[in-house]
C-alpha cells in the first residue's frame, strides 16, 4: 500500500472552496453488485458519532438513468444525479458492471472535473475500470481484484497496475482489490482523514479488522487468465505451472516462447499484469502452501519440490508474501483443520459439557460424574473447536490479549 504525504497535502491545497473531504459522493451504475455497493455506504453514511466516528454526509448519485438494478433483481433510485458530485470533496465508484463495457461518457466527465477541482477519487474493485476509462490512472500505481487485473494492465497499458495490493493510496486516486478490500480502502480513508482511534472504532462496529496486512497473493489461484488462452505464450505459462517442482528461470520460460528476455518481459506483463518474476515466486509460494498443507515432507524438501535453490530462498519469500515461516504456517493450517476423530470427540465434548435433558439437579449430578469439560471451563487442545468459539471476537476489543499466532496489524 503505498502513499505519499507529499502529494497527499498537495492535493488537498487543490480543493475548491465549493468541495470538503468530509462530504462523499457514491456513484452508483445499473447491474453493479449490491454488496460492493452497499460498503461505503455502510461506512460513511451512517451516523456513528456515539461511537467516536466523525460523521460524513453522503450523497448517492446515479452514474446515469435510473432506475439502477442490481444482483438479485432489485432496483434503486439515487436520491442525487452527477451534479451533486460538484460538492463532493470525496468521490467513490464501488463497482462497474462489466470490465468489457465501456462507462458513460457523461460520468466520466464528471469524474474527471471532479478530480481537476481536487477532489480524492475512489475505486474500489471493478471501479479501478471506471477510473482507468476517465484516464485519471495514466502513470499511476493501482490494483483491482486479482483475476481483472490482467484485463486492467492490457486494456489500459499506461497504469501501473499491482495485482498483489489490497489497495493503493496514491494520494489523490485511491484503488482496492475485491470486496473485503474495500472495506480496507474506506477504514483507511478515515484513519487518514481522523486518525487511528476513529478507524479503529468503525471496525469494531463493523466487527472486521482494523487494519489487514499482507495482500492478495494468498488468494492467487493458478488459472490462467482469460486473455492468454488463445496466446502464444499460454503454451509457456502452462508449461511453467506444470515444472514449478524444476529449477528453471525467467530466461528459460523466454527462451521457451522464442523471445528475448526484454521481450518476453514486457509481454508476459501486458498479458498478466505482473512481472513474469514475481508471478513465477508467487507460484512456486503457491505451490509450498499446498504441499505444507496435504503433505508431511519437511520444509527443506517442500523447498525443493517448489524450485526454490534453497530452504532460505523459501522461507524469505513465503514470509515476504503471507507474513508466516512455512513452519509457523503448516502448524496454524492443522489447528484450524482438525483431523480424523477430532471433530466426533468435539462434538461429545459439547454435548456432555451442555446437558438438555433432565431437571436441574440431575444436569448438575452428570456434569459431575462426566469425564467431559464443565460448561464453565469446557475447551479443547489448541486450535480445536470450542476454543474457536470464543476467540474469534476478541480482536474487536481494545486492551484483550491476542491468540498464539495471531498477527496483529502492524
Not at 84 to 105: E, K, N
Request: net charge positive; glycine share 10%.
Amino acid at each position: 500500500m503505498s502513499q505519499d504525504s507529499a502529494t497527499t497535502t498537495e492535493a488537498a491545497r487543490k480543493l475548491t472552496g465549493r468541495r470538503r473531504r468530509e462530504v462523499v459522493a457514491v456513484l452508483l451504475f445499473s447491474g453493479g453488485p449490491i454488496f460492493e455497493s452497499s460498503i461505503p455506504l455502510s461506512v460513511f453514511g451512517i451516523d456513528r458519532q456515539d461511537a467516536g466516528v466523525p460523521r460524513y454526509r453522503l450523497l448517492v448519485c446515479g452514474g446515469e438513468e435510473g432506475p439502477l438494478r442490481t444482483t438479485g433483481g432489485l432496483e434503486l433510485s439515487a436520491p442525487y444525479g452527477l451534479e451533486a458530485i460538484s460538492r463532493a470533496g470525496t468521490v467513490v465508484v464501488p463497482a462497474w458492471r462489466s470490465i468489457t463495457s465501456p462507462p458513460p461518457a457523461e460520468a466520466l466527465d464528471a469524474l474527471r472535473r471532479a478530480h481537476e477541482e481536487g477532489a480524492r477519487i475512489v475505486g474500489l474493485c471493478t471501479g479501478a475500470f471506471v477510473l482507468a476509462a476517465a484516464g485519471l490512472l495514466d502513470g499511476r500505481p493501482a490494483t483491482t481484484h486479482w483475476m481483472y487485473a490482467p484485463t486492467l494492465a492490457k486494456r489500459y497499458p499506461s497504469v501501473h497496475v499491482d495485482p498483489r495490493e489490497l489497495f493503493v493510496d496514491d494520494g489523490d486516486v485511491l484503488t482496492s482489490a475485491g470486496t473485503a478490500a474495500g472495506i480496507d480502502l474506506c477504514l483507511h480513508i478515515v484513519r487518514t482523514d481522523h486518525g487511528t482511534e476513529a478507524a479503529g472504532a468503525l471496525a469494531r462496529r463493523l466487527v472486521v479488522p482494523p487494519r489487514r496486512s499482507g495482500g492478495q497473493e494468498r488468494y492467487l489461484d493458478r488459472s490462467l487468465p482469460e486473455e492468454i488462452g488463445s496466446d502464444p505464450l499460454a503454451e509457456v505459462v502452462a508449461w511453467a505451472l506444470e515444472h514449478l517442482h524444476e529449477q528453471f528461470d525467467v530466461e528459460t520460460l523466454a527462451a521457451r516462447a522464442y523471445m528475448s528476455r526484454r521481450t518476453f518481459d514486457r509481454r508476459f506483463r501486458s498479458l498478466t499484469g505482473s512481472a513474469p518474476l514475481q508471478w513465477l515466486i508467487t507460484q512456486r509460494v503457491l505451490q509450498a502452501q499446498r504441499l505444507l498443507e496435504t503433505s508431511d515432507y519437511s520444509v527443506d524438501e517442500v523447498a525443493g519440490r517448489c524450485g526454490f535453490r534453497s530452504p532460505v530462498a523459501l522461507r524469505g519469500h513465503f514470509r515476504r508474501q503471507l507474513g508466516s515461516s512455512p513452519a509457523a504456517y503448516r502448524a496454524a493450517y492443522r489447528a484450524r483443520r482438525p483431523q480424523g476423530g477430532v471433530l466426533e470427540s468435539v462434538a461429545t465434548a459439547l454435548e456432555t459439557s451442555v446437558p438438555t435433558q433432565g431437571t436441574p439437579s440431575s444436569r448438575r449430578a452428570a456434569a459431575a460424574s462426566s469425564p467431559g469439560p464443565s460448561p464453565v471451563t469446557a475447551s479443547t487442545a489448541p486450535g480445536g473447536h470450542a476454543e474457536r468459539l470464543t476467540a474469534g471476537s476478541e480482536a474487536y476489543f481494545p486492551g484483550r490479549p491476542t491468540l498464539p499466532g495471531q498477527r496483529s496489524a502492524p
